[in-house]
């Protein structure tokens, strides 16, 4: 991840941060993380996001659908366990994030 510039022109941060998760393994970083290995302060990135109307929890959020998704379609990994594996404290959390993401609950997604 070649950033480093800081609030250069051009520098699409919604962009570098969602290839900076998608290549990330688990757990996937907090924004103080993910803004450290893009060479920026948590605050710095919260505000560029923000100035090309992103937000970090919106994209780690994505991220999180994209990855359960692909989980729950091989069918193997338990709820519970891939509720903890993509960062959630309580298996009730991601069923209700994965409910607000897709309209059902992850146990229906995955009939």
Same mark, same amino acid.
């Given at each position: 991840?070649?950033?480093?510039? #800081?609030? @250069?022109?051009?520098?699409? !941060?919604? @962009?570098?941060?969602? /290839?900076?998760?998608?290549?990330?393994?688990?757990?996937?970083?907090? &924004?103080?993380? @993910? @803004?450290r290995?893009?060479?920026?302060?948590? %605050?710095?990135?919260? %505000?560029?996001?923000?100035? +090309?109307?992103?937000? $970090?929890?919106? &994209?780690?959020? +994505?991220? #999180? *659908? /994209?990855?359960?998704? *692909?989980?729950? /379609?091989?069918?193997?990994?338990?709820?519970?366990?891939?509720?903890?594996?993509?960062?959630?404290?309580?298996?009730?959390?991601? *069923? %209700?994030?994965?409910?607000r !993401?897709?309209?059902?609950?992850?146990?229906? $997604? %995955?009939?």
């Amino acid at each position: 991840m070649s950033v480093g510039k #800081r609030n @250069a022109p051009g520098v699409d !941060w919604t @962009a570098q941060v969602t /290839q900076l998760l998608a290549l990330s393994g688990l757990p996937l970083p907090s &924004l103080d993380e @993910a @803004a450290r290995q893009l060479h920026v302060s948590g %605050r710095s990135l919260r %505000r560029y996001l923000a100035e +090309q109307g992103g937000c $970090y929890q919106r &994209l780690l959020d +994505q991220e #999180r *659908r /994209q990855r359960a998704l *692909r989980c729950l /379609q091989d069918g193997k990994t338990p709820i519970a366990e891939l509720a903890f594996e993509m960062g959630f404290s309580d298996p009730s959390n991601f *069923r %209700r994030a994965f409910k607000r !993401w897709t309209g059902k609950g992850p146990g229906c $997604y %995955r009939e």
